[in-house]
């Protein structure tokens, strides 16, 4: 078991301390769609203002670089005092930085908005840098990105993973050695995303139940009457999976029929013209039976597609796994938008923050900003 290098090794009352969140949740207006990747950092801020360290926050939002993290600090403002740093660039950074109280909080804009954090720009990193004396990563979800204030932080300062971070790896190993009956649901759209999860878990989980519209490209493989259905064009290698015993499809499914209608359908009684929308009742039945006897359940990614409103599905296994006896470790975007929703946070024992970051996690167990604070651990030991 290696040792992760955490804060509560440091002395740090009164030293300025770089917190990379990822903050990069729903904007609505000025309002946050919803906040769980926020709430999730508050056990590393309270403990670093506990310490009296001086907390400067780091976090991109949005996807086109431009997306502003204030109403993010102005959601921050009804629980904390907090400052914001509109420019990072500018002499005026440095002098707030350098003004700030003991267990103070500031929060710099959005990352991405200046190229060089996408590009790993090593002198970008070393500006980020020069706001701290220590670093911690707690953006597991965006630690999948080799970006300045992932991976070139730490090259700079001594480094650790905050509480969130850790949590994140303590939950999602489960899955990388787990006790069985081991269940993992995956759902979505993209095989090609999916694909190295369907493969390493083929082996290591007793049943894989693909859903969502990636169990379209496995009926399409086997010459099955899809309609039109959505598939993802491209070669993926999908046939060594269909002998694998652990692998399983739906046997029925919600349909959008000809005239636009849902109906559910037996898979070998889909028509030309119906497009496949949803997981059907017997599925979700046998699913059920399925996650009772487990003694651990892994899902990632919708069973429908919920953004035609086709979202029954998902939230018939949202219950299911409410109701398991087995350790319930989720996680995904739509499924954290979902689970808001439906008002269900405290009911499954770990949803995870991550997206992309969760599924390269479960792949192997790495992610560059876990290499980037290893690496650091080991040549500050030399
Ligand atoms: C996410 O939402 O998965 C992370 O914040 C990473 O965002 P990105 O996919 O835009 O890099």
Same mark, same amino acid.
């Given at each position: 078991?290696k040792i992760l290098p955490s804060p509560?090794e440091w002395?740090?009352?009164?030293?300025?301390?770089?917190?990379?969140? @990822?903050?990069?949740?729903?904007?609505?207006?000025?309002?946050?769609?919803?906040?769980?990747?926020?709430?999730? &950092?508050?056990?590393?801020?309270?403990?670093?203002?506990?310490?009296?360290?001086?907390?400067?926050?780091? &976090?991109?939002?949005?996807?086109?670089?431009?997306? &502003?993290?204030?109403?993010?600090?102005?959601?921050?403002?009804?629980?904390?005092?907090?400052?914001?740093?509109?420019?990072?660039?500018?002499?005026?950074?440095?002098?707030? %930085?350098? @003004?700030?109280?003991?267990?103070?909080?500031?929060?710099?804009?959005?990352?991405?908005?200046?190229?060089?954090?996408?590009?790993?720009?090593?002198?970008?990193?070393?500006?980020?840098?020069?706001?701290?004396?220590y670093y911690i990563n707690?953006?597991? &979800?965006?630690?999948?990105?080799?970006?300045?204030?992932?991976?070139?932080?730490p090259k700079?300062l001594p480094s650790a993973f905050?509480?969130?971070?850790l949590?994140?790896?303590?939950?999602?190993?489960?899955?990388?050695?787990?006790?069985?009956?081991?269940?993992?649901?995956?759902?979505?759209?993209?095989?090609?995303?999916?694909?190295?999860?369907?493969?390493?878990?083929?082996?290591?989980?007793?049943?894989?139940?693909?859903?969502?519209?990636?169990?379209?490209?496995?009926?399409?493989?086997?010459?099955?009457?899809?309609?039109?259905?959505?598939?993802?064009?491209?070669?993926?290698?999908?046939?060594?999976?269909?002998?694998?015993?652990?692998?399983?499809?739906?046997?029925?499914?919600? %349909?959008?029929?000809?005239?636009?209608?849902?109906?559910?359908?037996?898979?070998?009684?889909?028509?030309?013209?119906?497009?496949?929308?949803?997981?059907?009742?017997?599925?979700?039945?046998?699913?059920?039976?399925?996650?009772?006897?487990?003694?651990?359940?892994?899902?990632?990614?919708?069973?429908?597609?919920?953004?035609?409103?086709?979202?029954?599905?998902?939230?018939?296994?949202?219950?299911?796994?409410?109701?398991?006896?087995?350790?319930?470790?989720?996680?995904?975007?739509?499924?954290?938008?979902?689970?808001?929703?439906?008002?269900?946070?405290?009911?499954?024992?770990?949803?995870?923050?991550?997206?992309?970051?969760?599924?390269?996690?479960?792949? @192997?167990?790495?992610?560059?900003g876990i290499d980037a604070i290893m690496k650091k651990a080991r040549r500050s030991k030399k």
């Amino acid at each position: 078991m290696k040792i992760l290098p955490s804060p509560k090794e440091w002395n740090i009352k009164g030293k300025r301390v770089i917190l990379r969140a @990822d903050w990069n949740v729903p904007v609505e207006g000025n309002k946050l769609g919803e906040d769980y990747r926020i709430r999730r &950092s508050f056990a590393t801020i309270d403990y670093l203002r506990k310490k009296k360290a001086r907390i400067i926050v780091m &976090s991109h939002i949005g996807k086109d670089g431009r997306s &502003s993290l204030r109403p993010v600090v102005e959601y921050l403002e009804k629980r904390m005092a907090v400052g914001f740093v509109p420019d990072f660039r500018s002499e005026e950074a440095h002098g707030i %930085v350098r @003004d700030m109280k003991e267990g103070s909080v500031v929060v710099f804009e959005n990352l991405r908005q200046d190229s060089r954090e996408e590009k790993n720009d090593p002198a970008f990193a070393k500006l980020l840098a020069s706001f701290g004396d220590y670093y911690i990563n707690d953006a597991f &979800s965006a630690s999948h990105r080799a970006h300045a204030s992932i991976v070139g932080i730490p090259k700079l300062l001594p480094s650790a993973f905050g509480f969130l971070f850790l949590d994140e790896i303590k939950h999602l190993s489960l899955a990388l050695k787990p006790t069985h009956p081991f269940v993992f649901v995956v759902g979505g759209a993209k095989v090609s995303t999916k694909m190295p999860l369907m493969k390493k878990f083929a082996r290591l989980a007793d049943t894989v139940f693909v859903g969502g519209a990636l169990a379209n490209n496995f009926f399409k493989e086997e010459g099955m009457e899809v309609g039109k259905s959505f598939i993802e064009k491209g070669t993926f290698g999908l046939r060594p999976l269909f002998k694998k015993k652990s692998i399983i499809l739906p046997s029925d499914v919600v %349909v959008r029929d000809s005239s636009g209608t849902p109906q559910t359908r037996e898979i070998s009684a889909i028509m030309k013209r119906d497009a496949i929308m949803d997981a059907g009742p017997s599925t979700l039945r046998a699913l059920g039976e399925k996650i009772a006897r487990a003694k651990l359940i892994v899902w990632n990614g919708p069973l429908g597609n919920y953004e035609a409103g086709f979202d029954a599905g998902t939230i018939t296994l949202l219950k299911l796994l409410a109701k398991a006896r087995g350790k319930t470790i989720l996680g995904g975007g739509d499924t954290i938008a979902l689970v808001d929703r439906l008002k269900m946070e405290g009911a499954f024992t770990f949803i995870s923050t991550g997206g992309g970051a969760m599924l390269d996690y479960l792949v @192997d167990g790495k992610l560059d900003g876990i290499d980037a604070i290893m690496k650091k651990a080991r040549r500050s030991k030399k």
